[in-house]
């Protein structure tokens, strides 16, 4: 394993991001582009040896911002099209092309790299969107109309109370949301079962960038944070890029939605994890890694 410091030019100056490679490939290397915002790496500990193991070469990274990276104080960079733009600084570094190149964006890192498609998309070989839908509008409505009316309705009824007067820091918050929802929707094991890289992972979130950007709520965003009115369906036509599309049985997400976006993606795929919640690599991993796997080497 290599780790590497990347420098980061940013409108406030520069900084250094952290990336770790996992073995050796020079025609599939996969840029991990993890969840949050500003969650870490930390949760892709069981999928990147998976991925090598498979002959793949893996590369974890953390965003600016992030545990690993360099944290700045600076409210102004924390906006999609500085982070595209830091993925695109990161690719240069490490001399990742098209004729190697793939993203795996997971969740908010899949909106990252739908973006990156867009923007980018020439210097892809392929991308892999896991778990993340391509319009927070419609993943409101599924949290509203779909997941909510599963929880039971006196404990919604208390997170939502909760919510209204903004008490996010109120152990009870987090008791109910695990009981209610994350053993069910995120990660589908007993709280007490759940990996140790995923709880590290998400106790070093950095609710300085994943508020303001995603919103404070854990049942859909909120029409403060900066990527509430984010839209991107209509625009997945233009990525011309060999895309394969993750979704999950019991994800947060809507898999029927994620499956409508590789129909309309040019190159798109659609793989479902039956078993699988929001992070399928660790309650579906059979069908996720293998997925993944025959995905990357169908590029060659």
């Given amino acids: ?3 590497r410091r990347i420098p980061i030019t940013t409108p406030r100056g520069e900084f250094e991001v952290w990336t770790r490679t996992l ?34 070469e893996v590369i974890y ?7 690993h990276s360099d944290q700045p104080d600076e409210p102004s960079l924390w906006t999609l ?8 600084q990161v690719r240069v570094a490490l001399g990742l092309d098209r004729d190697n190149f793939i993203a795996l964006g997971h969740s908010w ?8 498609g867009l923007t980018h998309g020439a210097e892809l070989k392929g991308l892999v969107i896991s778990n993340m839908m391509a319009s927070i509008a419609a993943y409101d409505a599924f949290a509203r109309n779909v997941i909510m009316p599963t929880i039971d309705p006196v404990a919604l009824a208390r997170i939502q109370e909760i919510e209204a007067n903004e008490d996010y820091g109120n152990p009870e918050y987090e008791a109910l949301l695990m009981e209610h929802h994350y053993v069910h929707h995120v990660l589908r094991a007993p709280a007490d079962e759940w990996p140790e890289p995923v709880t590290r992972s998400f106790s070093h979130i950095n609710p300085a960038i994943y508020v303001p950007m995603q919103g404070p709520s854990e049942l859909g965003s909120t029409p403060q944070a900066s990527l509430y009115s984010w839209d991107r369906f209509d ?4 990525v011309d890029v060999p895309t394969l599309v993750i979704g999950a049985e019991h994800d947060t997400m809507d898999p029927e939605h994620m499956r409508a976006m590789a129909e309309v993606l040019p190159r798109g795929e659609y793989l479902h994890c039956p078993k699988g919640s929001h992070l399928a690599m660790w ?11 025959s995905f990357i080497r169908g590029l060659d």
């Fill in 81 to 88: 099209e500085r982070f595209v733009d830091e993925v695109e």
């Fill in 283 to 293: 309650d579906d991993p059979e069908v996720y890694v293998a997925g993944v796997v």
């Fill in 61 to 67: 990274y953390d965003q600016l911002g992030s545990h």
């Fill in 23 to 56: 073995g050796h490939n020079p025609e599939a290397r996969v840029l991990l582009l993890h969840g949050g915002p500003a969650a870490t790496h930390e949760y892709f500990e069981s999928l990147g040896p998976a991925l090598a193991d498979a002959g793949l």
């Fill in 1 to 3: 394993m290599t780790e």
């Fill in 109 to 116: 890192g899949g909106l990252l790299g739908m973006e990156y």
């Fill in 235 to 238: 625009d997945l036509p233009r």
